[in-house]
């Protein structure tokens, strides 16, 4: 069984004007969105076997609280510039060449790439959640899926089935 977990990076500052895109830190929201979610993964799993995480300051410290809260040697982890505001198919591409010994994959990036590319895998799941993480992906929202069983290049639209949509207003983060 192949499980992908897809996380958009918390909610990032603005208060900055002299910092480029790709190097806006997390507001304090965001902050406290992280850290409830990595709280939530550690607990409720699944254990990721490979991090892909855009080269981002913001996705960076979205990830960072995780580690933290992972037991054990942290997992693989690739921080790679072609996951800064990649597309849903760039994202794809990226998932389908995963190593097929790779049972559990956590991907974080930004939308609108993330949010489309779990829209369009999620062909089955509970229909609440299909139709929340449709109408929305929220920062630092994230996607369970159970990818079909095999390659990771057999990853395709429709092919996943949606466990769990969590935002961070459904753990009670302000």
């Keep these: ?6 996380l958009r990076h918390a909610k990032s500052a603005w208060s900055d004007p002299r910092l480029e895109d790709h190097d806006r830190p997390l ?40 580690l933290k809260r992972l037991e054990g040697p942290a997992p693989p982890i690739s921080l790679e510039n072609g996951l800064y505001l990649a597309s849903e198919d760039a994202l ?4 389908q060449a995963v190593a097929d010994n790779v049972p559990t994959v ?26 929340a993480l449709r109408a929305k992906y929220p920062t630092g ?11 990771w290049r057999e990853l395709k639209p429709g092919s996943a089935k949606l466990l769990e949509f969590v935002r961070p207003r459904d753990l009670a983060v302000t």
């Design 106 to 131: 956590l991907l974080i990036g930004h939308n609108d790439g993330i949010g489309q590319l779990a829209a369009d895998l999620a062909g089955d799941g509970p229909s609440d959640a299909l139709a």
């Design 141 to 151: 929202a994230l996607a369970v899926l159970r990818a079909p069983d095999g390659s």
């Design 92 to 95: 794809l591409g990226r998932l």
């Design 1 to 6: 069984m192949k499980t992908l977990l897809l």
């Design 27 to 66: 507001n304090g929201r965001g902050e406290r969105s992280a850290k409830a979610m990595a709280d939530h993964i550690a607990r409720q799993g699944p254990r990721p076997d490979l991090i892909l995480c855009s080269t981002a300051m913001r996705t960076r410290q979205t990830l960072a609280p995780l």
